[in-house]
């Protein structure tokens, strides 16, 4: 015969059960449904004083400028890597290489961190980068997932937030494709009010049998869906690895730099700074190591017709990772 806990040792069992924290996909599932995950209120924040602080402002005042500009320490934010401004300048969002994606805060606008927490903290991001919308929306692109947070600005003072789902975890890639290098996606919404996603590929220069399933999925090279996740395509191939897009304000073209292929030598081939004006345009990659510099591994193997050279050409393996307007 089963033993039945008592009415009152049951209720204390299942509120235990209740009160654990949900980590992970299983957070990021009560989220999307407006349901707590029992995240503790107290997040995690960053101190804004004290000596790493001091070593930056110290750094910062052996760089020279002109008379004109200044430079100064704005936030602390541990492995910053990407930001995403909203509008009013009031919140700043970054992202890591790691897991980490925070939110930096300037309540009195006078250009000084006064906050740096962590954004959904129950949730386990890969590499999360940023990219704001000017519907107010935060879009967040990860190795290999599209995350979405709408209304973020008014859901920051709580670990939980609103949350959906772009792309599903394995859906940005096939999943044998992931890899360690050139793993960080960038994002940006832009007038048309469609998503443009970097897909850089994990090679120094991918080999012939990755090709057709490259230009295929948009490996190496830029896609463009509805911010749902709906009517994905291929809008730009050929791009070894872009750690920076912008979409012009007024003419929605995309740019975007190019970080160029190793092992040719320190001064070849040239960074480069790219437009592409219309979807379905090539960059090059990888009969071009970029710029108009061709590859050893296919010298020998005809290049795609109206290959778009760079609109710029920048030093060699200075590795851009940003673009903007």
């Known amino acids: 015969m089963r033993a039945m806990l008592p009415v009152s040792a049951a209720a204390l069992v299942f509120g235990a059960a209740q009160a654990q924290q949900a980590t992970g996909d299983q957070a990021l599932e009560r989220m999307r449904g407006f349901q707590t995950t029992g995240t503790?209120?107290?997040?995690?924040?960053?101190?804004?004083?004290?000596?790493?602080?001091?070593?930056v402002r110290r750094n910062l005042g052996r760089i020279k400028l002109p008379p004109w500009f200044r430079i100064d320490l704005y936030a602390v934010v541990p492995d910053a890597r990407h930001m995403a401004v909203r509008r009013n300048n009031a919140h700043v969002f970054v992202g890591t290489r790691k897991t980490g994606l925070w939110v930096v805060v300037d309540r009195?606008?006078?250009?000084?961190?006064?906050?740096?927490?962590?954004?959904?903290?129950?949730?386990?991001?890969?590499?999360?980068?940023?990219?704001?919308?000017p519907h107010g929306f935060l879009h967040v692109v990860e190795h290999n997932r599209e995350l979405v947070f709408p209304a973020i600005a008014f859901l920051i003072e709580g670990p939980d937030v609103a949350v959906d789902v772009v792309v599903p975890q394995g859906g940005l890639i096939p999943r044998a494709e992931e890899g360690f290098n050139h793993g960080h996606r960038v994002c940006r919404i832009g007038p048309d009010n469609k998503l443009c996603i970097s897909l850089g590929q994990p090679f120094n220069v991918q080999p012939r049998e990755k090709l057709e399933p490259y230009e295929r999925l948009g490996i190496s090279g830029i896609i463009r869906m509805d911010r749902d996740g709906s009517n994905r395509e291929v809008f730009a191939r050929g791009v070894r690895d872009s750690v920076g897009i912008e979409l012009h304000p007024r003419t929605g073209e995309l740019w975007l730099t190019g970080n160029q292929v190793d092992g040719m030598g320190d001064d070849i081939p040239p960074g480069e700074i790219h437009r592409a004006t219309a979807a379905g345009q090539h960059c090059g990659m990888p009969w071009y190591g970029d710029g108009r510099v061709r590859t050893k591994a296919y010298k020998d193997s005809e290049p795609p017709?109206?290959?778009?050279?760079?609109?710029?050409?920048?030093?060699a393996h200075a590795a851009a990772l940003g673009l903007m307007f």
């Open 40 to 55: 503790p209120l107290e997040m995690q924040s960053v101190p804004q004083m004290g000596r790493r602080a001091d070593q």
């Open 108 to 133: 009195d606008k006078d250009r000084i961190a006064d906050e740096v927490k962590r954004i959904a903290p129950a949730i386990r991001f890969t590499q999360p980068n940023p990219g704001y919308s």
């Open 305 to 315: 017709a109206g290959v778009r050279f760079p609109e710029a050409e920048m030093v």
